[in-house]
């Protein structure tokens, strides 16, 4: 495949010529025709694969022309239009700064929001429903404690409930 001349269709009979730095790029086909026979392979099978590793050799070669030729013209596209890497940088700290500065008024945002579920948790365990509710949760913890330090495993009944005074709930 001679492609030092090679047009490669970019709209400009001169893209499609390479430097030599990129022509000098070696692709080694020599090493698949000196390797022996893979067992199993049929000397059809191996030709047929040593055809598709040569082909598939030149299209990286090719594409590795493309690629070149692509970023050359990308290269005099920014420069005619004036765009620079210094600009492109600035651009770019410019962008990350941005997303920084978003990333910090989320990041307060969901503080303030965690801060408000806190107080108003905070308030509910203060209502006087919560404290009606763990107060009979802490008398009923206190019986049964309390039987099952007496050496009875059994839970208070309610007919028995009357004769001992129930001490005071237990903090959980």
Same mark, same amino acid.
């Given at each position: 495949?001679?492609?030092?001349?090679?047009?490669?269709?970019?709209?400009?009979?001169? +893209?499609?010529? &390479? /430097?030599? %730095?990129?022509? =000098? !790029?070696?692709?080694?086909?020599?090493?698949? @025709?000196?390797?022996?026979? $893979?067992?199993?392979?049929?000397?059809?099978?191996?030709?047929?694969?040593?055809?598709?590793?040569?082909?598939?050799?030149?299209?990286?070669?090719?594409?590795?022309?493309?690629?070149?030729?692509?970023?050359?013209?990308?290269?005099?596209?920014?420069?005619?239009?004036?765009?620079?890497?210094?600009?492109?940088? +600035?651009?770019? &700290? /410019?962008? %990350?700064?941005? =997303? !920084?500065?978003?990333?910090?008024?989320?990041? @307060?945002?969901?503080?303030? $929001?965690?801060?408000?579920?806190?107080?108003?948790?905070?308030?509910?365990?203060?209502?006087?429903?919560?404290?009606?509710?763990?107060?009979?949760?802490?008398?009923?913890?206190?019986?049964?404690?309390?039987?099952?330090?007496?050496?009875?495993?059994?839970?208070?009944?309610?007919?028995?409930?009357?004769?001992?005074?129930?001490?005071?709930?237990?903090?959980?």
């Amino acid at each position: 495949m001679d492609s030092a001349g090679q047009d490669i269709n970019l709209n400009s009979p001169n +893209k499609g010529l &390479l /430097s030599d %730095s990129m022509t =000098d !790029v070696p692709v080694d086909t020599g090493v698949a @025709a000196r390797t022996p026979a $893979v067992e199993g392979l049929t000397e059809a099978e191996e030709e047929e694969l040593r055809a598709e590793l040569t082909k598939v050799e030149e299209e990286i070669v090719t594409l590795r022309q493309v690629l070149a030729a692509k970023e050359r013209h990308c290269g005099e596209l920014k420069r005619r239009l004036g765009l620079s890497t210094l600009g492109e940088l +600035k651009q770019n &700290l /410019s962008r %990350s700064w941005h =997303d !920084v500065q978003a990333g910090q008024k989320t990041s @307060a945002a969901l503080s303030t $929001v965690g801060s408000a579920i806190s107080r108003k948790l905070g308030d509910m365990r203060n209502s006087a429903t919560f404290k009606s509710f763990e107060d009979r949760v802490g008398t009923i913890k206190s019986k049964v404690v309390g039987d099952r330090e007496n050496g009875s495993d059994n839970l208070p009944s309610s007919a028995g409930s009357g004769d001992k005074p129930l001490s005071d709930p237990a903090p959980f």
